[in-house]
């Protein structure tokens, strides 16, 4: 029966990472396998949160609540083998909310759509707009997957719009690349659409964040972005 507890948490575990990716079936399949083996109220309550949370919009509406739960859940039933799992493995580090705007950048068709601006926004409302999408995506800051691809784009996008001629010469790419990007594998299969058209930074977009902040950013360890 002991067995059956230490799978049981090991179920648990995985859950919790599954939530943490989004993937709210496979947890619901590994709670269910969880109550199965050694029933627990740590698993009767996730599976609560996850009935509750049925589609996209009510994930944003629950999120604070999923949150504070599942680390008062964490808390309250700490089992003896539980030093065994590495923290890093089950810790949650972003929200639902990070994870949605990650996946809104994965989606852009192009260097407009990631600064949400139009062709003709000017060179203020261009760095406006990275300024803020810098410091929300930046991997210090987002720990959602795929934040780090996403901080990139930014950076690719304003390097590359802030720059008359190569703004210019981007504008008369796309047309082409249009139809071009629906019959071919692109190199980076993160992405949906080619929004790069060919057209990327000189710098890193680390490089350009430091030269817009200053290298300073309020969070403990820096990492590089390359």
């Known amino acids: 029966m002991e067995g059956n507890k230490d799978e049981s948490e090991?179920?648990?575990l995985l859950a919790e990472?599954?939530?943490?990716?989004?993937?709210?079936?496979?947890a619901t399949k590994y709670?269910?396998?969880?109550?199965?083996?050694?029933?627990?109220q740590r698993a009767k309550d996730l599976l609560d949160?996850?009935?509750?949370?049925?589609?996209?919009?009510?994930?944003?509406?629950?999120?604070?609540?999923?949150?504070?739960?599942?680390?008062n859940i964490r808390n309250r039933n700490l089992?003896?083998?539980r030093e065994e799992v590495s923290?890093?493995?089950?810790?949650?580090?972003?929200?639902?909310?990070?994870?949605?705007?990650?996946?809104?950048?994965?989606?852009?068709?192009?260097?407009?759509?990631?600064?949400?601006?139009?062709?003709?926004?000017?060179?203020?409302?261009?760095?406006?707009?990275?300024?803020?999408?810098?410091?929300?995506?930046?991997?210090?800051?987002?720990?959602?997957?795929g934040a780090t691809e996403a901080f990139k784009a930014i950076g690719n996008a304003f390097a590359i719009l802030s720059d008359p001629e190569k703004k210019k010469r981007y504008d008369l790419y796309g047309a082409e690349d249009e139809q071009r990007s629906r019959s071919t594998q692109r190199?980076?299969?993160y992405y949906e659409h080619d929004y790069t058209r060919g057209f990327e930074a000189e710098m890193t977009a680390e490089e350009l964040f430091n030269m817009f902040f200053g290298g300073s950013f309020n969070s403990g360890d820096r990492k590089s972005v390359v």
């Open 10 to 12: 090991r179920c648990i």
């Open 17 to 26: 990472k599954y939530i943490n990716d989004g993937q709210r079936e496979k």
């Open 31 to 40: 709670l269910q396998k969880a109550e199965r083996l050694y029933p627990s």
């Open 49 to 71: 949160i996850l009935t509750k949370l049925n589609d996209t919009s009510k994930l944003n509406d629950f999120s604070q609540k999923q949150n504070g739960s599942i680390n």
């Open 79 to 81: 089992s003896s083998n």
């Open 87 to 145: 923290s890093s493995e089950t810790k949650i580090d972003f929200t639902p909310d990070q994870l949605e705007a990650v996946k809104k950048i994965k989606k852009c068709k192009d260097y407009y759509e990631i600064l949400s601006v139009t062709k003709e926004a000017t060179d203020s409302e261009l760095k406006k707009q990275y300024r803020k999408l810098a410091l929300q995506f930046h991997p210090d800051k987002n720990k959602a997957p």
């Open 187 to 189: 190199r980076n299969s």
